[in-house]
């Protein structure tokens, strides 16, 4: 978090969408900051690294915009606005927004921006002061300090309510998703009990109202489990035993969430990340790291909740891991690019909690280059993979398989579009809705490597490794 004026490019890491979310006050909150968290509303933006703040104009409904600064070495806000919320929704669009990459760095803070950041490190010289020679001292011998923090002489009082402030708001959103996640149990429950006939005709209406009480419990990922249901009855023959099936999955966790304590501690991280808790990077990035020549061997773009999600398929040279780099961001704003398929950088990757592969990028060392060798796995291999992954994630999706010398066949006439076969004769379904004639045109009919998401219903190719190269499908 530290860095010099003059040098620009030393601003503080960018927080995930994830962490911004996190310091919202309430869910209505999260939805207000998401609709600011693009350029249009904002002008004379900027971030620093000395000191660490972000800032802008907000045009709101009158004639003067809204003057909005974030320190983020608190984070503490300031905000011209007539909000009571704390943040409000102009700070968590520009977090956002500066998130996404949306808020360039500048030399120096802007004349409003400066104003405020210099008085809170007045605020803070003074209360520092006041410690060291004695006066002003509270209970514990600290002395108030800025925005009802304290400090002692040497700040570290500062720093120990900051974190307790953050442990706070954590066990507050905690306590909420906890509640959430009960009230969903209770109506799992009760909609099992009065049978499933009419879901396919009653659409949304049915489960809007428990994915609303979600969202104002901050569990958005359960939020969108439930609206989910609503797609599964209307999903034609056979829809009772796909939607009994997914309600008996959001029952699985909720009963697993209200007995977290007693889980082991690899299944209680993958429960918290299906209900929606946030993880820091930071925290991600202090995990032992797995250092590898990885290949890049696919990258998918899809929207998720307004928001861009951009999916990156790693494997490791050497451990032939498997790992998965997400980034986000607004529609309309940058993504990460600097992990290109068909390249191979040497890096350390660090390791989400739980089962999932999702991984964030850490040191690099030396610069990227052509893609290595790609080891893949036969059919077999890939669903022992695959059945080991749900065997500690049920609620597992999708698992990303690297399958290697497969013939992709079409199935004409069935209800599959085909499959992929391998050289042992294994075969594995492709996915309904993937369509097989790119991967038949590339693969000219003869063995390849093909990169894919393996699920429920069967294989979504990514990407295939021909003689000529790495080639998106």
């Known amino acids: 978090m530290s860095g010099s ?19 919202a006050p309430d869910a209505s909150s999260v939805a207000a900051g998401r609709k600011l968290a693009a350029a249009g509303p904002w002008s004379q933006t900027g971030a620093t690294a000395e000191p660490a703040a972000v800032w802008g104009l907000c045009k709101g ?15 503490a806000y300031r905000c011209s606005c007539p909000s009571r919320k704390f943040p409000c929704k102009h700070a968590l669009g520009l977090l956002l927004l500066w998130s996404a990459g949306g808020v360039e760095e500048t030399a120096a803070p802007s004349d409003f921006a400066a104003a405020w950041l210099d008085s809170r490190a007045a605020k803070a010289a003074r209360s520092t002061t006041a410690g060291a020679d004695g006066t002003g001292t509270g209970v514990d011998g600290t002395s108030a300090g ?16 900051a974190e307790r402030a953050a442990r706070r708001r954590a066990e507050q959103r905690a306590e909420r998703m906890g509640a959430g996640a009960a009230d969903l149990d209770r109506w799992l429950r009760d909609r099992v009990r009065t049978g499933l006939a009419g879901a396919d005709r009653a659409g949304y209406g049915d489960v809007d109202a428990v994915a609303a009480r979600l969202v104002d419990a901050q569990a958005q990922v359960l939020a969108g489990g439930v609206r989910r249901l609503a797609g599964v009855a209307a999903s034609g023959d056979g829809w009772p035993g796909r939607l009994l099936a997914e309600l008996a999955l959001l029952r699985l966790l909720t009963a ?26 930071e925290d991600v990035l202090a995990t032992p790291a797995v250092r590898d020549r990885w290949n890049v061997l696919s990258l998918r773009d899809s929207t998720e909740d307004r928001l861009v999600v951009r999916r990156v398929v790693l494997l490791g040279e050497h451990t032939g891991r498997v790992a998965v780099v997400l980034s986000f961001a607004p529609p309309g704003q940058p993504l990460d690019a600097s992990l290109v398929p068909g390249r191979s950088l040497e890096a350390d990757l660090h390791f989400h909690p739980g089962s999932a592969p999702r991984a964030v990028v850490g040191a690099r ?32 999706t999708s698992w990303p398989v690297v399958l290697a010398a497969v013939v992709p066949a079409a199935d004409p006439g069935e209800d599959r579009p085909g499959s992929l076969l391998d050289e042992a004769g294994d075969a594995l379904p492709l996915a309904p809705g993937a369509e097989p004639w790119h991967l038949l045109a590339v693969s000219g009919g003869r063995p390849v490597t093909v990169v894919a998401e393996q699920t429920p219903l069967g294989l979504h190719p990514l990407s295939a490794l021909t003689e000529h190269g790495l080639v998106a499908l």
């Open 5 to 23: 004026l003059a040098s620009v490019g030393d601003v503080p890491q960018r927080w995930s969408p994830e962490q911004v979310v996190a310091l």
């Open 61 to 75: 409904s009158g004639k003067t915009p809204y003057q909005t600064i974030v320190d983020l070495t608190g984070p």
């Open 146 to 161: 800025v925005d009802g923090t304290s400090a002692g002489a040497d700040g570290t009082g500062v720093q120990r309510d």
């Open 256 to 281: 697993a969430h209200s007995r977290l304590a007693d889980l082991p501690e690899p299944l209680a991280a993958t429960v918290r990340a299906r209900v929606g808790y946030p993880v820091r990077t």
């Open 365 to 396: 060392h030396g610069e990227p280059g052509v893609l290595g060798a790609v080891a893949g796995a036969g059919v077999a291999a890939a669903l022992a993979s695959w059945a080991q992954a749900l065997a500690a994630d049920p609620w597992l």
